[in-house]
């Protein structure tokens, strides 16, 4: 499966993006989806993602109740909603899926053989 994400931009601290995650070559059934970032010299971060049946979601701590990870199928597409966004939250995000995920490594890059070029978020304070 191939994945272009998009969405991504500069906002001010408080502010909204919506980034997105076009499937193309294979549609997300089956997929375990994620969304990571990367600021420069750190690993990637695990930032939400949903599971193999799409019936679960998954945050981490740092974005839960401010980030929604949600899936249109009929598009191929699966979105991260981003509100009150924080000037840590810069970062370049990058959207990844795999067949093979089994949960409890949703939240390992490593785990993931899919993987989008990446969006960069600017949040400014």
């Known amino acids: 499966v191939q994945l272009q994400a998009s969405g991504g931009g500069l906002v001010q601290a408080g502010g909204s993006l919506r980034l997105s995650c076009a499937a193309s070559?294979?549609?997300?059934?089956?997929?375990?989806v994620g969304w990571f970032r990367q600021v420069p010299g750190k690993e990637r971060e695990f930032v939400a993602g949903f599971s193999r049946t799409g019936g679960y979601t998954y945050y981490a701590d740092s974005v839960k109740g401010r980030f929604a990870i949600s899936r249109d199928n009929a598009k191929n597409t699966v979105y991260l909603q981003m509100n009150s966004l924080r000037p840590e939250d810069t970062a370049v995000y990058y959207c990844a899926a795999d067949r093979g995920l089994i949960t409890s490594s949703i939240g390992r890059a490593e785990s993931y053989a899919n993987w989008g070029q990446g969006t960069l978020v600017t949040v400014s304070s």
């Open positions: 070559g294979r549609t997300f059934s089956g997929y375990a």
